[in-house]
């Protein structure tokens, strides 16, 4: 297989560093109207450029880049199929409190949202978790367990853009529901995995680190905090790599002033631990029935042959508070190690959002971090849309060669052929070089009369006859 050079998907990944798309106006005001309107004399004005510039954070999917994008999710399609997997699909436009009900007033100020015409709240999806939730509520009674669903789609969310985060991205979601053994979870580790190998990545190149919100939840209580503590000493504890200790230690102090020193050190004690034995060794004999599941997740995940790729991590706590259990991240090896999918467990969300309680776990990958990541390593394939095949022929010969390229058409083989008409057979053998095409197929007034066609090899420049049903069987 061929894969692209760095260069050639640039154009693709160009939305990913938003300044290439943003153009300040300013200054064009002072150009000449007869500048702008060398374009077309209709518009005149700023305005004319800030319509052809695409917005900021979104993209233009030109064919080799389309076809980029299309490689990313038809990879992620055929390896969910071979895990069971049935894919979904919902509105990309939902009513606003969907997305609040489950996340918070907060998230508006990340959302495309506005009021319709109807008056109601509406927003563009960030995210397809409560979409998913309301289609698993509506039909909870019938639906077979486990669930297995995914869905591919687009998502936006109106927040800065920067390299390797837009406003608009296509995001792969899968999604176990109805099983609560630690099996699914595993489960979906590997599905995971899968995706990420379907792609060519290999153990050098990506980890997934496993961590534990419920180990987590249960050790703070036993140190003393409040439920209602919990969920922002998580959030710190999430934001640990980005912002630093030091900035750790000072909003531990401020929301638990009289125990925040030893809440740092006992923190840092937990959030080094890399392997079951480490954690065993900071909880003593706190907990010993989670230790059992970390065991069972541990053992399954050998035995699927999966732990090169694995890592433990209880620095990973994922910032979503809605996760009550294991919780994963993958991240690139390198030294960017930037983060190229997350999920989780999440049991009590159906039962949130919809009065539904049904056991969960489930990752979402977006395309454009996984795309520069793929053509960093050149791993993304060449783009190829030459035909298989360029029919050549004459205005004598036309109607059995339109009639031969239908049937081969309908054979799902992919060809082109000359729409002047007039080409001389030179001309129509040039134009078939140029196309890319593999073969030319000469349809004349000799091989009508014979029942021959004329097949040559462009690339070895080998030439043979064969029978329109030869061909058929030939050329597929």
Not at 451 to 472: R, W
Request: net charge neutral; glycine share 8%.
């Amino acid at each position: 297989m061929k894969f692209l050079r760095t260069g050639e998907v640039t154009k693709w990944l160009k939305g990913a560093d938003c300044k290439s798309a943003e153009v300040s106006l300013r200054g064009f005001e002072s150009l000449p109207h007869h500048h702008l309107g060398s374009i077309d004399n209709r518009f005149e004005g700023p305005h004319l450029l800030a319509m052809r510039q695409i917005l900021p954070g979104f993209r233009d999917f030109y064919p080799t880049s389309c076809a980029v994008r299309n490689y990313l999710l038809q990879n992620f399609r055929q390896v969910t199929r071979t895990y069971g997997f049935e894919e979904i699909d919902g509105p990309i436009l939902e009513p606003l409190d969907l997305f609040v009900e489950k996340s918070g007033e907060e998230i508006v100020s990340q959302l495309f949202s506005f009021s319709d015409r109807g008056g109601r709240e509406v927003a563009l999806r960030p995210e397809f978790t409560p979409t998913l939730a309301r289609m698993v509520a509506a039909q909870a009674a019938t639906l077979k367990r486990p669930i297995r669903w995914c869905n591919v789609g687009e998502h936006f969310r109106y927040e800065r853009p920067q390299r390797g985060r837009l406003r608009s991205f296509w995001q792969m979601n899968a999604d176990l529901l109805g099983e609560g053994n630690v099996s699914a979870d595993v489960e979906m580790i590997a599905l995971l995995v899968a995706v990420f190998r379907g792609v060519k990545l290999g153990a050098d190149d990506f980890v997934v680190r496993i961590s534990d919100r419920r180990l987590w939840w249960d050790f703070l209580a036993e140190l003393g905090l409040s439920s209602g503590q919990i969920p922002s000493i998580l959030g710190i504890i999430d934001r640990f790599e980005r912002e630093g200790p030091r900035e750790l230690k000072k909003k531990l102090a401020e929301l638990c002033p009289i125990v925040g020193s030893e809440l740092f050190a006992a923190i840092s004690d937990l959030r080094q631990c890399r392997t079951l034995e480490n954690i065993k060794s900071v909880m003593g004999e706190k907990n010993l029935p989670r230790m059992d599941d970390w065991e069972k997740l541990l053992q399954l995940l050998d035995d699927l042959q999966l732990m090169p790729f694995i890592q433990i991590d209880l620095g990973i706590v994922r910032g979503l508070a809605y996760y009550t259990g294991f919780v994963f991240e993958a991240f690139e090896r390198s030294e960017q190690g930037r983060a190229l999918a997350g999920g989780g467990r999440y049991d009590d969300l159906l039962k949130k959002l919809h009065k539904t309680p049904l056991p969960a776990c489930g990752f979402a990958i977006g395309d454009v971090t996984l795309g520069l990541l793929l053509q960093e390593k050149q791993l993304i394939p060449a783009y190829n849309a030459a035909p298989r095949v360029f029919v050549i022929f004459s205005n004598k010969t036309r109607k059995m060669a339109l009639s031969i390229c239908q049937d081969l058409r309908r054979s799902g083989i992919s060809l082109c052929y000359d729409l002047h008409g007039e080409s001389s057979f030179a001309k129509q053998l040039k134009e078939a070089s140029k196309s890319g095409a593999n073969f030319a197929l000469f349809i004349g007034t000799d091989e009508v009369a014979s029942g021959n066609f004329t097949l040559k090899n462009l690339s070895s420049g080998s030439v043979q006859t064969f029978t329109a049903n030869e061909l058929l069987s030939v050329l597929d």
